[in-house]
């Protein structure tokens, strides 16, 4: 995986990141269907701390911990963590975009605009249909940051201050993750007009499951398939 070899699917810009987060958990002496799960729930840890986060910034302390506890409760999120798909990564990240957005609303600082970048550059490789999800820096700018606007006011000429205000960080972000995926989607325009392109499935793949063997075999007809 992490060799490049299968660069149809490696380089497929449409939910690679768990394709990569697998790679990391490549261990033969291990069922597939454990080690999948249990990397995706590793990962989604990341996203209950980023729950309790956005409750604390948001409120409280002990929203962040209700909120925490209501997520351990929730059944859909064990439902994907169990199907190990590129969801409970997807929602992690969508979270803590979430969370720091609310910080560069209120610090906003060009250190800070960078890790913003990282984030949505991260969800976006987790899936690419979470790209309405970049608005959510821009909403907590204009509902939740210090320069909010005041809806009694005229709108538009709260505009520029609130542009001036947050130049810094949104211009950083916006160079480093319109940079990044013009290389991502670049590289994937050249290799599929100059070389060969089939039909691809950048998350489960043969690979992943012939490196822990057959633990069980069922025959359906045509071929035998591990479970």
């Not at 810009?13 to 729930?41: E, I, N, S």
């Not at 821009?138 to 005229?154: H, S």
């Not at 039909?199 to 992943?208: A, E, F, K, M």
């Amino acid at each position: 995986m992490w060799s490049f070899s299968d660069i149809e699917v490696s380089t497929t810009p449409h939910k690679f990141l768990l394709y990569y987060w697998l790679g990391l958990f490549d261990l033969p002496l291990h069922l597939p269907g454990w080690l999948a799960r249990t990397a995706v729930v590793i990962f989604s840890l990341l996203g209950a701390a980023g729950t309790y986060a956005l409750g604390r910034h948001l409120l409280s302390q002990t929203v962040g911990l209700l909120s925490l506890f209501f997520l351990s409760l929730f059944p859909f999120m064990l439902f994907y963590d169990r199907l190990a798909l590129a969801d409970p990564l997807t929602s992690s990240l969508v979270v803590l975009v979430a969370w720091w957005s609310l910080i560069v609303a209120r610090h906003p600082t060009r250190r800070y605009g960078v890790v913003l970048a990282m984030l949505i550059t991260l969800m976006l490789a987790a899936k690419v249909l979470a790209g309405p999800i970049m608005l959510l820096p821009a909403t907590a700018i204009l509902l939740l940051g210090p320069k909010r606007l005041v809806w009694r006011r005229n709108i538009l000429k709260q505009i520029p201050p609130i542009l001036r205000y947050y130049r810094r960080p949104a211009l950083t972000a916006i160079y480093i993750v319109g940079g990044i995926w013009a290389l991502i989607f670049g590289f994937y325009a050249i290799r599929t007009d100059f070389g060969r392109t089939q039909d691809t499935s950048p998350i489960v793949h043969s690979y992943l499951y012939n490196t822990a063997g057959y633990v069980k075999t069922i025959e359906r007809g045509r071929e035998a398939i591990p479970i």
